[in-house]
């Protein structure tokens, strides 16, 4: 079936680093953008990130802009969120997601989120 | 502080219709779709409306979107307990170049 799943999450100190990965089966994964959306602890979504279908686009939230980036491996069906010089504010669930289209959003499948903990 | 402002709660009885609003601005909702997600506890975001008044397969027909100029609103009839979730509007930003979202509506059945 159609699915999303992510992984890599964990406790990291401040400053440190982590790789996120989404691993992409019973679609056509090379032929969607995907997002990456994240929530902090009992807060509301927050956008983090978007690549094109071919990752010749890119796009970032002005939170996380020089500090994350976004690639994917459609040789592996795998979508990837390098996070560098985490901070405390990036403690949160981060959710892929795949869009139906192109800069509007309409993400109709969701991994089940990774959580990740920035603390000392 | 959200992009796009919707009322942090909402309640409504079984049977009762119950609307939520999302207001934005002219480089959000005025000028791109509005997309709804419904988010139950513990579980992750579901795509509940696209493209201001569509229904994803599967969605029941009890749920219902409309968008006018810089405003949007998702409208849920025939409350059930199930309904009882959060529920987010969405939308691109021509400006932040980015999604943008509400701060999410939580929605109980009393």
């Known amino acids: 079936q159609v699915q999303l799943m992510e992984s890599g999450g964990g406790v990291v100190q401040p400053g440190r680093s982590l790789r996120l990965s989404c691993a992409a089966s019973g679609f056509t994964f090379s032929s969607y953008a995907m997002h990456w959306v994240r929530q902090a602890p009992g807060k509301g979504l927050e956008w983090v990130a978007v690549i094109s279908y071919d990752g010749s686009n890119k796009n970032y939230a002005d939170s996380v802009k020089g500090r994350f980036t976004i690639s994917r491996d459609n040789s592996k069906n795998t979508l990837y969120l390098q996070m560098n010089s985490l901070r405390a504010e990036d403690t949160a669930v981060y959710y892929c997601a795949r869009d139906l289209g192109w800069l509007q959003f309409r993400a109709d499948i969701w991994g089940q989120g990774t959580m990740v903990t920035v603390s000392s | 502080q959200s992009v796009l402002t919707q009322p942090p709660s909402a309640s409504g009885t079984p049977g009762q219709r119950v609307t939520i609003s999302c207001s934005g601005s002219?480089?959000?909702?005025?000028?791109?779709?509005v997309n709804w997600y419904q988010q139950l506890p513990g579980a992750a975001p579901k795509l509940l409306i696209y493209t201001n008044n569509q229904r994803p397969s599967g969605v029941p027909d009890r749920f219902s979107g409309s968008k006018s100029g810089t405003s949007a609103s998702l409208a849920i009839s025939g409350l059930q307990s199930e309904d009882e979730a959060d529920y987010y509007c969405a939308a691109w930003d021509d400006s932040m170049i980015g999604v943008v979202f509400g701060g999410g509506t939580k929605l109980t059945v009393l």
């Open positions: 002219s480089s959000n909702i005025g000028s791109n779709p």
